[in-house]
């Protein structure tokens, strides 16, 4: 692929895009999770980056996990295919505070739980994650191939914290 050929997409906060083979999309994580879904066979595949894991809303919004579950769901659906056919990739779900917080205000871990029970419910294969610890991650996800890049960038010092 050349440059001219990809269609870049940058995805901010809350944001869902799926694609065909000439596609690179990429997002910037805290305690947020982005899931990746790829169709080997036919090379399409999305990335979300939701910031909670559900609200219980009518219509689907790309902030929550539950709701980024239908948006595959349909993307998938309008390409004739099935969710099933398509490996599951997570990131994200970093301590950003870089000191304990109480499991009832933890978001990423929250995220976390939500994305790892969401590949469960939808029986998705889970073929590699990259989630919690502390700090964010740049991911780069090129549809063409598959290919997820992740670089992590741990807060300074959480190390000793746990």
Not at 75 to 81: D, E
Not at 123 to 139: D, F, I, P, T, Y
Request: glycine fraction near 14%; charged fraction near 20%.
């Amino acid at each position: 692929m050349t440059p001219g050929e990809v269609e870049e997409v940058l995805l901010q906060p809350g944001q869902f895009h799926f694609g065909g083979p000439a596609t690179r999309i990429r997002t910037l994580l805290g305690s947020c999770v982005a899931m990746v879904l790829w169709h080997p066979r036919r090379r399409i595949g999305g990335m979300c980056h939701y910031l909670l894991p559900g609200r219980g809303g009518s219509r689907p919004d790309g902030r929550y996990g539950e709701d980024a579950m239908a948006l595959f769901r349909a993307a998938a659906r309008q390409h004739g295919t099935g969710l099933e056919e398509y490996q599951c990739k997570l990131f994200g779900g970093g301590n950003m505070f870089g000191a304990p917080v109480p499991a009832r205000l933890d978001v990423a871990r929250q995220n976390v739980a939500a994305a790892l029970r969401l590949v469960r419910e939808h029986r998705l294969r889970l073929v590699a994650q990259n989630l919690g610890q502390s700090g964010h991650r740049k991911v780069v996800f090129e549809v063409w191939s598959g290919v997820v890049w992740v670089s992590h960038s741990p807060l300074k010092g959480a190390e000793e914290q746990g």
